[in-house]
């Protein structure tokens, strides 16, 4: 019974930590809509940061395996933040061959890394291995859209008149941010049903990617 009670209110304090995210997202759109940042959007921020490592922290408490599992995912989260910062420097080495028109390239690539995940949880036994497959994958995942976002808020800046830079920049930051929570609860409920074969809904959101980059791709050609 105490197990039950504590993961339920884990499940609510997770909820209550989607709802921080989206209320912070779009009061920091509508204040940059507005130019009108406060101390309060950053106050919500830190809070909404800080809730996520207390969650992790709380529920891996007195627990040896959700602790074992706290520290692989901190480890993961490490070679994102990685990605991200490999990205930011690629953009920069390769600012001049990175053209508006190929930049599709980069989010087709971001799609295609995701099929090997599937591959991994299909076909190997070994947790580890997977582990690894998917830290890698992820890996290249935010090197390619990290440099996919640093081209596209480049080319946004310069194509965007002065005096709605900052409003045009708020709407793209708002709908990613908002867009991210929901995605994460639409994987977990994937991912439930899918108990099991988990493979099936890494595949589906592959596919899925894949077919909206080469969409986008034939837009981006066409700048």
Known sequence: MGDNKRWSAAGFA???????????????????????????TWVLLAVWFLGLVALDVWLAGGRPGLLRFAKWYWAFSAALAAGGLAGGI??????????????????????????PMGAALLLSSSAM?????????????MVFSTMFSVQMMSFIQKETPQNLIGKVIAVILTVSMCAQPLGNAMYGILFEVCEGTEYIPVFLSGAVSLAIALGAGKVFRRL
Not at 90 to 115: P, Q
């Open 129 to 141: 291995a997977t582990y690894m497959v998917l830290t890698l994958c992820c890996f290249a995942v």
């Open 14 to 40: 997770a909820v209550g930590w989607v709802a921080l995210h989206l209320y912070t997202s779009v009061l920091a759109f509508m204040q940059g809509l507005y130019q009108t940042y406060t101390n309060l």
């Open 90 to 115: 690629g953009a920069g080495l390769f600012a001049k061959k990175l053209a508006v028109r190929r930049v599709g390239n980069l989010i087709i690539a971001c799609a295609v890394s995701v099929f």
